[in-house]
């Protein structure tokens, strides 16, 4: 199709035979075209004046020549939308330059979701440790997972209690010591021969009525190996453990050792003196407890050893009035 130019318009125009249609141009063509004709236009209008003023002249003379018509001013060009468009749907400032439609993203614009909480597995319920029998709670000790001190392949072996399962009286120790971990039994060494004597002072023994055991039943170590003071975590995680054993023994009396066993059963901080737990009978479930110093610690303070004994006498009077 041939292009109607701005100088075949202006002169089609004047004669009266107008275009009746009007070729759309592009905005750069529209641009460029008024840039370049814009001085040849307005050579060319006064031309044609001329040229359109003959011809009309011509043909009617008696006419008076009808006024030239301005053109009119062009409109900014507008780009023609082809048939069946559709405009583009709105953009989600979030996505960019991306836009959003119905549909869901594309997988890979997606944001990963996060992974699924991963549930630890800490061994048996309390409730579970409450109604096992011995066999069951010997195993949940060995498989046990609830503190830091029995996870991963540096975990620590369990000493599990020994003595009479069926016990007058339940002695508790602190922490497993290096020396119990290698005999593989709780008090073991030179203070658990000092413990074998401490108890035939008021006619028990481990054979036949006390049961020896330790709150915390994997050995607390430290940074180089050696024996270290358990953390509350610690103490914590086994105490269900040991009160499952004093449930299983019925024993009526409970002797405490140093001042890890004490204040862990009693529910006091761990590094609190053990002055304030002697002298006294606590009660610890339907139990009597009575607290002592460590049979290792009167092994370096040979003096204490009239206070242990005042304990025993403690404890030993606190059984008799319970008659068993």
């Known amino acids: 199709m041939m292009s109607v130019?701005?100088?075949?318009?202006?002169?089609?125009?004047e004669?009266?035979?107008?275009?009746?249609?009007?070729?759309r141009r592009q905005p750069q063509e529209a641009a460029a075209q008024d840039g370049a004709q814009a001085a040849e236009t307005q050579q060319a209008e006064v031309a044609l004046d001329d040229a359109v003023a003959a011809v009309t002249a011509a043909s009617a003379p008696a006419a008076p020549p009808a006024p030239a018509e301005s053109p009119a001013p062009s409109a900014a060009p507008v780009l023609a939308r082809p048939p069946g468009f559709i405009p583009p749907p709105p953009r989600d400032p979030a996505w960019g330059e991306v836009p959003m439609t119905s549909a869901p993203p594309p997988a890979a614009w997606a944001p990963s979701p996060p992974p699924a909480p991963v549930e630890e597995d800490t061994g048996p319920s309390l409730e579970e440790i409450a109604?096992?029998?011995?066999?069951?709670?010997?195993?949940?000790?060995?498989?046990?997972?609830?503190?830091?001190?029995?996870?991963?392949?540096?975990?620590?072996?369990?000493?599990y209690g020994a003595g009479a399962r069926q016990a007058r009286w339940f002695v508790a120790a602190g922490a497993t010591s290096s020396a119990d971990e290698k005999a593989g039994q709780p008090l073991s060494g030179e203070a658990g021969k000092l413990?074998?004597?401490m108890l035939a002072a008021v006619d028990l023994s481990r054979q036949d009525?006390?049961?020896?055991?330790?709150?915390?039943?994997?050995?607390?170590a430290s940074a180089n190996g050696g024996d270290r003071a358990p953390t509350f975590e610690e103490a914590a995680a086994?105490?269900?453990?040991?009160?499952r054993e004093l449930a299983l023994t019925g024993a009526s009396t409970v002797l405490t050792l140093g001042q890890i066993a004490a204040n862990?059963?009693?529910g006091k901080p761990l590094q609190e003196p053990l002055a304030g737990a002697r002298g006294a009978v606590h009660g610890l479930g339907g139990a009597d407890l009575v607290a002592t110093l460590h049979p290792g610690e009167l092994l370096r303070r040979g003096a204490d050893k009239a206070l242990a004994w005042a304990d025993l006498c403690r404890a030993r009077a606190a059984h008799a009035r319970r008659g068993r």
């Open 5 to 13: 130019s701005k100088r075949d318009e202006v002169f089609l125009q």
């Open 15 to 23: 004669m009266g035979i107008a275009p009746l249609w009007r070729l």
């Open 131 to 159: 109604r096992m029998d011995w066999d069951e709670l010997r195993t949940a000790i060995a498989t046990c997972k609830r503190c830091g001190g029995c996870k991963g392949e540096g975990g620590r072996k369990p000493v």
């Open 264 to 266: 862990g059963l009693l």
């Open 209 to 220: 009525s006390a049961y020896v055991t330790s709150l915390v039943k994997c050995r607390p």
């Open 195 to 197: 413990l074998d004597n």
């Open 238 to 243: 086994c105490r269900p453990f040991l009160e």
